[in-house]
């Protein structure tokens, strides 16, 4: 058994509070929404995939515990209005938004049903948030294994093995398992084509150092870790073969908002001549959006850079600007986008998308 970020089973929701790793494994019950967004906020659950699935998760939980209604208007009025709640809890990441388009948009069809009764409706919200927990092990299992190919054709097309440079945590911590960026890199490493993956620390919040290490430490994954300023010297000093990263938003034109620090990797991996790839479920894309420049970038408490467990370490009295996300253009995203459906050069992604998705989910 894998790491579990999420542990679910019908009328019961606990997370792994990553705030507390990698020092405690600690599972921390989520028995309402509101408990969820609080959750999310914090980041003791993080990760676009994450966020939107322990979100529906949490209404299933309130669902199964007989919220909502009484009647089918109010029960559809009440996942409504906590779904747009949810999607509150943090900006940039698409996932959870469209979750709640997707899912209000079910329940009120399910009500419209001949024959429906709260009972149905529910059942029906409860499966749908379940299933996106099975869906997304899926896609990051294809995203994955079409990565690593695709990495390989580029990087390695006499075979051999690759290097490849991370940010952030896109791993099953921030996902239903398995993981995006670090999905590919465990196909790659299952493959035997993985030589070694340098993490960066990803400050503030240290994602990469607590989180992604902690997930290639216990896969046993040939890895280092760098402070995010050494990321220029790491790939003049070691030579690195590829960049995989994950994606909060990529929008219509390729742009891509991930986490911050992400934007110069990418002009890095430019300057050597290095693929930069953006792995992400067709979940975290969004064709509503012309480019980058639309996303709202979510910006976290100046603490959080401040202080280090507690402890003030900056000079009183500075100021503090704490972007959580930064848009890469997608001009640099030169490797392409893996996706579940395939790998796609950014300015192929609206017309790949549009005609798998079905209208009114894109
Ligand atoms: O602030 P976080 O930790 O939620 O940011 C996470 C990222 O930026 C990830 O790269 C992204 O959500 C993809 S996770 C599969």
Known sequence: MGLEAIRYSRGSLQILDQLQLPLHSHYEVLGSVQQAWEAIRAMKVRGAPAIALVGCLSLAVELQAGAGGPGLLALVAFVHDQLNFLVSARPTAVNMARAARDLAHVAAQEAEQEGATEKTVRERVIRYAEDMLEKDLRDNRSIGDLGACHLLERAAPRGGKVTVLTHCNTGALATAGYGTALGVIRSLHKMGHLEHVFCTE???????????????????????????????????????????????????????????????????????????????PSSSCDLHLETGQEIVIEERPGQELTDLNGVRIAAPGIGVWNPAFDITPHQLITGGIITELGVFAPEELRAALSATISEGQT
Request: aromatic content about 8%.
């Open 202 to 280: 990803t400050r503030p919040y240290n994602q990469g150092a607590r989180l992604t290490a902690f997930e290639l430490v216990y896969e046993q994954i040939p890895a280092t870790l760098i402070a995010d300023s050494m990321v220029a010297a790491a790939v003049a000093h070691w030579g690195v073969s590829a960049v995989v990263v994950g994606a909060d938003r990529v929008v219509a034109n390729g742009d891509t908002a991930n986490k911050v620090g992400t934007y110069q990797l990418a002009i890095i991996a430019n300057h050597h001549g290095i693929p930069f790839y953006v792995a992400a």
